[in-house]
Nanobody, 123 residues
Framework: QVQLVESGGGLVQAGGSLRLSCAASGRTSSSYVMGWFRQAPGKEREFVAAIVRSNSNTYYPDSAKGRFTISRDNAKNTVYLQMNDLKPEDTAVYYC????????????????WGDGTQVTVSS
């Protein structure tokens, strides 16, 4: 089993920045893909970013490119999501996930999930 705990969410004004952290514990693996997803009220869970732990390849949707950066510290078993130039439409609960998905952009391929951290961006 792997436990994932997110932190770093909060309330920020539009244009501001936040850095989310995801600490992994338990039977972690160097081959995991670590992903960030978000879900706003009434909407489906949405892919935000992913990183392959073994080679640090990163993936983003078009909506996040240039504003969000995913990174990892394997020694600390922690993945980060730096979010800049935040917009009100970024408001959501942000979830960290781990697994071996065939498609890193699909939530169904991830096995382990954190409980999420709320990000609220005011206009």
């Amino acid at each position: 089993q792997v436990q994932l705990v997110e932190s770093g969410g909060g309330l920020v004004q539009a244009g501001g920045s936040l850095r989310l952290s995801c600490a992994a514990s338990g039977r972690t693996s160097s081959s995991y893909v670590m992903g960030w997803f978000r879900q706003a009220p009434g909407k489906e869970r949405e892919f935000v970013a992913a990183i392959v732990r073994s080679n640090s390849n990163t993936y983003y949707p078009d909506s996040a490119k240039g504003r969000f950066t995913i990174s990892r510290d394997n020694a600390k078993n922690t993945v980060y999501l730096q979010m800049n130039d935040l917009k009100p439409e970024d408001t959501a609960v942000y979830y960290c996930a781990a697994g071996w998905p065939e498609n890193v952009r699909r939530s169904s391929g991830y096995i382990y999930w954190g409980d999420g951290t709320q990000v609220t961006v005011s206009s």
